[in-house]
């Protein structure tokens, strides 16, 4: 162990009780965690419900983290904007049920110029993926905290109970960008057209 973090842990657990405590806290912390994301999805289905609905659009909340914002014609299975946990990280993506809609074609649509606004949309793209998952921008929220731009599902559920109306704002900001602009909300409408398996 680091001496830093060796005299911490001295001087934090200097006795057994403390040590315990931890331990039983530490027990804890997938609860606290999920307890802290459902105050949050509270919250995200007042604004995204009530508050700032968007012409056209559905949106869906489910589990501890999972918010989805589709165009209403195409369905929820559609090519949409998904904001969820996935292996550990916090993503904000373009998704679509293979099944019904043709990934394949999705992708290489998506690739052509004519497309460039719904990729512009987007903050920045980590990864593209192969599968259901076709652009992905991972763990890019900012509080002003060294680790900004690189935040995990664990990291965001303290944003979430502390400071709810700035991680709120900027989920809002990046839908938005998609859900509010007619030219995205167009293309990607006729992509779901033209890729939906009959």
């Known amino acids: 162990m680091a001496n830093g973090i060796e005299e911490q842990v001295e001087s934090l657990f200097s006795d057994r009780e403390q040590w315990e405590s931890f331990l039983e806290l530490r027990?804890?912390?997938d609860a606290l965690r999920n307890a802290w994301w459902q105050g949050f999805r509270a919250k995200m289905n007042r604004h995204f419900i009530v508050d700032n609905k968007a012409d056209?659009?559905?949106?869906?909340?489910?589990?501890?983290w999972d918010y989805k914002w589709y165009?209403?014609?195409?369905?929820?299975?559609?090519l949409c904007v998904?904001?969820?946990?996935?292996y550990g990280g916090y993503i904000f993506h373009l998704w679509?049920?293979?099944?019904?809609?043709?990934?394949?074609?999705?992708?290489?649509?998506?690739?052509?110029?004519?497309?460039?606004?719904?990729?512009?949309?987007?903050?920045?793209?980590?990864?593209i993926g192969s599968n259901n998952e076709k652009l992905i921008e991972n763990g890019n929220f900012s509080f002003g905290a060294p680790?900004?731009?690189?935040?995990?599902?664990?990291?965001?559920?303290?944003?979430?109970?502390?400071?709810?109306?700035?991680?709120?704002?900027?989920?809002?900001?990046?839908?938005?960008?998609?859900?509010?602009?007619?030219?995205?909300?167009?293309?990607?409408?006729?992509?779901?057209?033209e890729t939906k398996k009959q």
């Open 27 to 29: 027990e804890q912390k």
């Open 56 to 64: 056209g659009w559905g949106y869906i909340s489910w589990g501890v």
């Open 71 to 78: 165009l209403a014609e195409s369905g929820a299975d559609s």
């Open 82 to 86: 998904w904001c969820r946990e996935w």
């Open 96 to 127: 679509v049920n293979q099944t019904l809609f043709d990934g394949v074609k999705i992708t290489n649509l998506l690739q052509g110029t004519k497309y460039t606004p719904i990729l512009s949309a987007f903050e920045r793209i980590d990864s």
């Open 147 to 193: 680790d900004d731009g690189n935040l995990n599902a664990d990291t965001l559920a303290w944003y979430a109970h502390y400071q709810p109306e700035a991680f709120l704002s900027q989920i809002s900001r990046k839908v938005d960008r998609f859900r509010k602009d007619p030219e995205v909300s167009a293309l990607l409408a006729e992509i779901n057209r």
